[in-house]
């Protein structure tokens, strides 16, 4: 009797195509598990900005109990279980080798932690000439305060309240390499220059000033190395001089010098720590336009930074001597340059001008980037 049972070479070629498909559709699974939108929680206005919850992908049989589902809905009663086993685990086999490959071949940063690849995106654009990179996040934002600060310019008009509590801040932030890799070594120095701008553009009665500007350039040297420290994985350091002020004369005048170190510490892939500790260089006591601000100020902060999901979230908490503040800060990408962004601040020394007064502002705007994100 002839034997119309297809022969194992047969099922091998059958199977081989199921799996074919099988493949597509994990490899689709996948693709949009990676760039699936997240949804987003409710956020409070006053205290906290919430991260996006992504919703759990539905529990699906493994790969191997799929492919043998299907095998065995077509299989002849003549082929063995063990023979389709064997078979779906060459082709996964297959499958698993294309997917690995495919994984190999992503940039190097998407495969990284977040500091990491922050570093790795920065480094292949410092090697270009004239290269700039940003610094600290640019943005722009609309604010609104609660109790502005309104003593430095009562005496200046007649009006009672002459600080509207909505205004503009934007700020913008840069650094460029001036000597790579220093007599052979990886230590880099860079310069930088920061700005944040305090802008009443709605205070039509004052023709829309700019309340306040701080100026902050900086010259320091950077290490990404990475280093162990008692079980902390330390990401890259930078040791430097920064100078900060706000340009105005007398009794407005901010300024501080300071000798400023900060490390960046990774915990997990998506989670890291900014520190930053600073010594403030001794003034004359004549010259000494704010000699309390280390009470506000305090001798460093500390934030952590949380980039799941593309999302970037940060908490930074700076104790002084006498006083505590807090940010927290939210942004999501809404295009390939711009990235929606949220910012919460309590606390004193929110601007130089406004050192020694409790502060309470939340902004929303726009975005070019943040302390750490996915890219």
């Known amino acids: 009797m002839k034997n119309n049972n297809p022969s194992p070479h047969a099922w091998m070629s059958r199977l081989a195509s199921v799996n074919l498909n099988l493949s597509t559709e994990r490899q689709e699974q996948s693709m949009k598990m990676k760039f699936r939108a997240p949804q987003f929680a409710a956020w409070a206005l006053a205290l906290l900005i919430a991260s996006p919850v992504v919703a759990p992908s539905p529990v699906l049989a493994s790969d191997l109990d799929r492919c043998m589902l299907k095998a065995i809905a077509s299989a ?17 086999d297959r499958v698993s080798i294309e997917e690995e490959k495919v994984l190999t071949s992503l940039p190097v940063y998407e ?33 609104v305060m609660d109790q502005p600060n309104q003593a430095p310019f009562e005496d200046q008009t007649d ?94 005048s901010r300024s501080w010098n300071r000798i400023m170190a900060k490390s960046a ?6 989670l890291g720590v900014l520190a930053r500790a600073w010594y403030r260089i001794p003034e004359d006591e004549e010259d000494d336009d704010n000699p309390g601000m280390h009470r506000y100020y305090g001798y460093g902060d500390l934030r952590a930074v949380w980039a799941p999901n593309r999302n970037t979230v940060t908490a930074m908490l700076r104790p002084g001597t006498q006083e505590t503040s807090f940010e927290l800060t939210w942004s999501y990408p809404i295009s390939k340059v711009f990235r929606i962004y949220a910012q919460y601040y309590n606390g004193y020394g929110e601007s130089l001008l406004d050192y020694d007064y409790d502060m309470e502002r939340f902004g929303i705007g726009i975005a070019m980037n943040d302390y750490l994100q996915r890219f």
């Not at 002849?76 to 082709?91: F, N, P, V």
């Not at 920065?122 to 290269?131: D, H, L, M, V, Y």
């Not at 913008?172 to 009443?200: C, E, H, L």
């Open 76 to 92: 002849d009663e003549s082929t063995s279980i063990g023979e389709l086993r064997k078979a779906c685990a060459t082709a996964l």
């Open 111 to 143: 495969q990284q932690d977040v500091i990491a690849s922050r570093y790795e995106v920065e480094s292949e654009i410092e090697e270009r000439p004239f290269a700039i990179t940003a610094n600290l996040p640019n943005y722009i934002l609309y604010t």
């Open 159 to 252: 009006s009672v309240d002459p600080v509207q509590d909505d205004e503009m801040q934007f700020q913008v932030s840069i650094k460029a390499p001036v000597w790579r890799q220093m007599f052979g070594t990886n230590f880099d120095t860079f310069v930088s220059y920061t700005s944040r701008s305090y802008w009443q553009l709605f205070n039509d009665e004052f023709s829309a000033p700019f309340r306040e500007t701080n100026y902050e350039p900086e010259v320091f040297v950077r290490d990404f190395s990475e280093y162990d420290l008692l079980g902390l994985k330390i990401a890259g350091w930078s040791l430097g001089f920064n100078h900060q002020s706000n340009g105005q004369s007398q009794r407005y």
């Open 265 to 270: 510490i990774s915990i997990t892939d998506d």
